[in-house]
């Protein structure tokens, strides 16, 4: 996952603030996930939980609220369709999103017998969230080939 958000990073650098931003919450989001996930010794506290799934939710919001707007309005600009992304890459994004905020809801004030099931639940968060980041990247992409039809270089 680390690999591919350089490459993501490195491609869309610079593109759009709201993109630089989101990008950046993303990388910041891995980190923390990849602390939480690989740290065997000892179950994190629950400010280290609550941190992270503020995080989660804040990032989830970010895409919702900001990016995929921004990403149909610019496709439908240039296309005048975003029917493809509506119905290929969102229904998917909206199941991802439920599962991503069940995470939070379970690990927010956690009881001991809900932190048994940290790991397992991080192991299906960290799916969930390698999921996100391709579909994110794929309307991003559209994105892309939205910029260059604009300019006029080859798609």
């Given at each position: 996952?680390?690999?591919?958000?350089?490459?993501?990073k490195?491609?869309?650098?610079?593109?759009?603030?709201?993109?630089?931003?989101?990008?950046?919450?993303?990388?910041?989001?891995?980190?923390?996930?990849?602390?939480?996930?690989?740290?065997?010794?000892?179950?994190?506290?629950?400010?280290?939980?609550?941190e992270?799934?503020?995080?989660?939710?804040?990032?989830?919001?970010?895409g919702?609220?900001?990016?995929?707007?921004?990403?149909?309005?610019?496709?439908?600009?240039?296309?005048g369709?975003?029917?493809?992304?509506?119905?290929?890459?969102?229904?998917?994004?909206?199941?991802?999103?439920?599962?991503?905020?069940?995470?939070?809801?379970?690990?927010?004030?956690?009881?001991?017998?809900?932190?048994?099931?940290?790991?397992?639940?991080?192991?299906?968060?960290?799916?969930?969230?390698?999921?996100?980041?391709e579909?994110?990247?794929?309307?991003?992409?559209a994105?892309?080939?939205?910029?260059?039809?604009?300019?006029?270089?080859?798609?």
């Amino acid at each position: 996952m680390l690999r591919k958000m350089e490459q993501t990073k490195a491609q869309l650098a610079g593109k759009h603030h709201a993109l630089d931003a989101f990008i950046n919450a993303r990388q910041n989001l891995l980190v923390e996930y990849i602390r939480l996930s690989t740290n065997k010794k000892a179950l994190p506290t629950q400010a280290e939980l609550d941190e992270f799934c503020g995080q989660l939710v804040d990032y989830v919001s970010a895409g919702h609220f900001e990016i995929y707007d921004y990403v149909v309005a610019a496709f439908e600009a240039t296309r005048g369709n975003s029917r493809i992304l509506a119905e290929r890459i969102y229904p998917r994004i909206k199941q991802n999103t439920d599962e991503a905020l069940n995470f939070h809801d379970k690990y927010t004030q956690a009881d001991d017998d809900t932190m048994m099931e940290l790991d397992r639940d991080l192991n299906h968060l960290g799916e969930v969230l390698e999921e996100r980041f391709e579909l994110e990247d794929r309307l991003v992409s559209a994105l892309d080939l939205v910029d260059r039809l604009d300019t006029g270089q080859p798609a």
